[in-house]
T-cell receptor, first 115, second 114 residues
Framework: NAGVMQNPRHLVRRRGQEARLRCSPM?????VYWYRQLPEEGLKFMVY????????ESGMPKERFSAEFPKEGPSILRIQQVVRGDSAAYFC?????????????FGPGTRLTVL | DAKTTQPNSMESNEEEPVHLPCNHS???????IHWYRQLPSQGPEYVIH???SNVNNRMASLAIAEDRKSSTLILHRATLRDAAVYYC???????????????FGQGTILTVHP
């Protein structure tokens, strides 16, 4: 059973470009969480999605950031018009259901660098 | 989310036990105690979780105080591969409004000496 997959592992963008980060959850998992880790800081929750639904986006910046988890295919975190402050490691995690009776399985992360 | 307090760093020697403490004096009755760790340049990894009783798994043991205001993660024999940042996290449990999202603090940086 493959783990959580994220691609690309490293992404370089110039200011103003768009960044698309993909996350394929573990097989059988329908719950996806995205977290961001800024340099020298801890991980911060961004958004929680179930298939075709955003459940909690309280940690996501109001502008330029969006997330989706379509019925088919990976979850996508999209950052429009990137700025240098978006440079960070973005991790996604999947779980078979919400709630703490199930652990979250994390992917290896996408390291975004904005020039 | 209830707050946890952990030491910034701890050191251990290889093959010795390690006790990583966590204080959570404002824990609520439905909060689970989770431990995750993050090795350098990797995503976090689940270690263990519990509610009231002590828990054991292949990676570690979790000792929870009777009043639940503190807990201790126990690595029985530290190896060099255990060097990581260890996070103690409270989460509101199934049926709560936190939906399982994890609130990471600064964690404890564990250094293991050969």
């Amino acid at each position: 059973n493959a783990g959580v997959m994220q691609n690309p592992r490293h992404l370089v963008r110039r200011r103003g470009q768009e960044a698309r980060l993909r996350c394929s959850p573990m097989k059988g998992h329908s719950h996806v969480y995205w977290y961001r880790q800024l340099p020298e800081e801890g991980l911060k929750f961004m958004v929680y999605l179930q298939k075709e639904n955003i459940i909690d986006e309280s940690g996501m910046p109001k502008e330029r950031f969006s997330a989706e988890f379509p019925k088919e295919g990976p979850s996508i975190l999209r950052i429009q018009q990137v700025v240098r402050g978006d440079s960070a490691a973005y991790f996604c995690a999947s779980s078979p259901s919400s709630g703490s009776v199930h652990e979250q399985f994390f992917g290896p992360g996408t390291r975004l660098t904005v020039l | 989310d209830a707050k946890t307090t952990q030491p910034n760093s701890m050191e251990s020697n290889e093959e010795e036990p390690v006790h990583l403490p966590c204080n959570h004096s404002t824990i609520s009755g439905t909060d689970y105690i989770h431990w995750y760790r993050q090795l350098p340049s990797q995503g976090p990894e689940y270690v263990i979780h519990g509610l009231t009783s002590n828990v054991n798994n292949r990676m570690a043991s979790l000792a929870i105080a009777e009043d639940r205001k503190s807990s201790t993660l126990i690595l029985h024999r530290a190896t060099l591969r255990d060097a990581a940042v260890y996070y103690c996290i409270l989460e509101g449990g199934a049926g709560g409004t936190s939906y399982g999202k994890l609130t990471f603090g600064q964690g404890t940086i564990l250094t293991v000496h050969p």
